[in-house]
């Protein structure tokens, strides 16, 4: 479950305006902002909290309204976050900031003069004076402390952030750089002694300029940004043929070059029988070993454990979906495989705990009709049985978790903490006890309570390990409880239970769960559905689970949006 460490910073709408104008080359358009928003400021009654930025890859939301007032569009500023509200006309552009000097009130960012998106139209007639709206960041990147030296690949739109790096050296290593863009967008860049650079003048030919590299001994951090299709061979070769682990290699796409009329993109599978063949492509490993090159026949059957005549007419249906593809040399990777194998998000939507989710959906017809979960109906247990059990599953609920970390601002606000005192016992189960725990202040004694089978992974999903913490499978006596996303994987029965037993061990509860989709988000109808799928109802919104806590014998004390859609409930009892 290792993953990249991020220090998360409350999401605040600011203002700001162009104080002046630099084209750094013919191609580079550097805009220098200012104003007071910049700084602690306040609106609505809201106290909000400065400006920061400490990654050199830190990225801020510039949001654009082409059709209206940029009223229409903004966000609701919430106390430690944000909620986006529906605006379909709504656009929005992620930037690295170049500079900041907070001193001054400066903030600098880069604009790739190419195209005709909003970012660009903007910066073509911005002029001292002109207003820009933005959003973030939202967390930085904490770089691993065993870096012996830097690989840095990118495009022009990379170059701010490379040229932050280096100005900067958050890491005092060495670094290679490889850089994509035609003569007249390269500029000077601060590098020193011991670093090394390379251009070349399309994108596409990055991947094979880092192949070509002297590789360098000890370990590396490679960071890379650029065109999104570009970069797919770059992540693969990092991933499968460097080894790289995935703490030390953050490849990410900052744009995607619109086809030509007549070249479409590849599509995901066309068919139920494309998913189902590309998810055992996947589980059968062959997708994988594909992405080394080309194999024949024969060599997948082996991988596989498959005989060669079963396996083709599977490698044919994926051939027919761009999965993979033949010639003379065997089967080797498609468009298709390659953007799939390159996107996590995707694979776990053929194999991880989204696919089972859609499997489930098989009986949904019956399962609306009995009112029983689709999940429960297919597997033979309810989905937080089922994860308290596995540790994988349980795995997959703390990834899926994750967007909480962004938003503990908003939890370590809540007045309840001030008034808890030294050795106070709060007690934390759900997917994100861990998230939650390590934002608290410190004094509480901090006990966390799941399955006894899934302990150790929520020990291995924190950022730092915490000795002094206690860890049991069964709830006792506490000052304050927390739940937090767990009502989201109960039904309601399960829901109603916990919710009673709680009543016996603690007068204070506190639920934190995703309870509004976030407007950002697409798909929110599907989602829905698969949350219907796993426990039986439609995801809860906070009036349900006050109406279920009620009837459990509690009584609200207190609501707030933390933002995304995630929602803090405060209970006690009578």
Not at 4 to 14: K, Y
Not at 134 to 163: H, M, N, Q, R, Y
Not at 232 to 248: A, F, K, V
């Amino acid at each position: 479950m290792a993953a990249r460490q991020m220090i998360s910073h409350p999401l605040v709408v600011r203002c700001v305006r162009v104080e002046r104008v630099v084209d750094v080359s013919a191609r580079l358009r550097r805009i220098t902002l200012t104003g007071d928003q910049l700084g602690a400021f306040t609106r609505d009654g809201l106290d909000l909290t400065p400006f920061t930025a400490p990654g050199f890859d830190d990225h801020i939301k510039l949001i654009f309204n082409p059709d209206g007032p940029i009223d229409e569009v903004l966000p609701v500023q919430l106390a430690h976050g944000i909620e986006w509200t529906p605006a379909p006309q709504r656009v929005s552009r992620d930037y690295t900031p170049r500079r900041i000097d907070l001193e001054a009130g400066e903030l600098d960012l880069e604009f790739v003069m190419h195209g005709d998106g909003p970012a660009a139209r903007w910066a073509r007639t911005a002029t001292a004076g002109t207003e820009l709206w933005f959003v973030g960041p939202k967390a930085s990147t904490v770089l691993p402390d065993d870096i012996d030296w830097l690989l840095l690949v990118g495009d022009e739109t990379a170059l701010p952030a490379i040229a932050r790096f280096l100005d900067e050296r958050p890491v005092d290593r060495p670094a290679q750089l490889v850089l994509a863009g035609p003569a007249d967008s390269r500029i000077p860049l601060p590098v020193r002694e011991g670093d090394t650079v390379r251009w070349v003048t399309e994108p596409e030919q990055l991947p094979d300029a880092v192949r070509e590299l002297e590789w360098w001994t000890g370990q590396v951090y490679a960071w890379a940004a650029g065109e999104s299709r570009a970069l797919l061979p770059l992540r693969r070769h990092l991933r499968h043929e460097r080894g790289l682990p995935r703490t030390h290699i953050d490849v990410t796409g900052y744009w995607h070059r619109v086809e030509a009329e007549g070249e479409p993109e590849p599509a995901g599978p066309p068919s139920p029988l494309a998913w189902f063949a590309t998810r055992a492509g996947l589980q059968l490993g062959v997708l994988q070993e594909l992405a080394a090159g080309p194999r024949t026949t024969d060599h997948l059957a082996v991988r596989a454990e498959v005989p060669p005549t079963a396996l083709v007419p599977l490698l044919q249906v994926l051939a027919e979906a761009d999965v993979v593809s033949h010639d003379d040399h065997g089967w080797r990777m498609g468009p298709v495989g390659a953007q799939l194998l390159d996107d996590d998000h995707l694979v776990d939507e053929l194999v991880g705990h989204e696919a089972d989710q859609l499997l489930s959906l098989a009986g949904l017809a019956g399962a609306l009709q009995t009112g029983a979960p689709p999940w429960q109906a297919a597997r033979g247990k309810s989905l937080w049985q089922e994860a308290n059990e596995d540790p994988e599953r349980f795995a997959e609920l703390i990834e899926h978790a994750g967007q909480l970390r962004y938003l503990t601002t908003g939890i370590t606000a809540l007045e309840l903490w001030a008034g808890l005192g030294a050795g106070a016992r709060v007690s934390l189960s759900g997917a994100a006890a861990g998230i939650v725990g390590e934002a608290l202040p410190d004094g509480p004694e901090i006990t966390v309570v799941a399955g006894i089978d899934v302990i150790s992974v929520l020990q291995e999903s924190l950022d730092r390990p915490q000795p002094q913490w206690q860890w049991q499978s069964h709830w006792s006596d506490c000052d304050v409880a927390v739940i937090a996303y767990e009502l989201c994987h109960r039904t309601d029965a399960e829901t109603e239970g916990l919710l009673s037993e709680l009543g016996r061990v603690t007068d204070r509860l506190v639920v934190i769960e995703s309870t509004d989709h976030d407007a950002l988000s697409p798909g929110r109808a599907e989602d829905a559905l698969l949350g219907l799928a796993a426990i039986g109802v439609p995801p809860r919104t906070v009036a349900k689970v006050t109406e279920r806590a009620t009837q459990a014998g509690w009584r609200l004390v207190d609501s707030r949006a933390l933002g995304w859609g995630v929602s803090l409930t405060e209970f006690g009892r009578p």
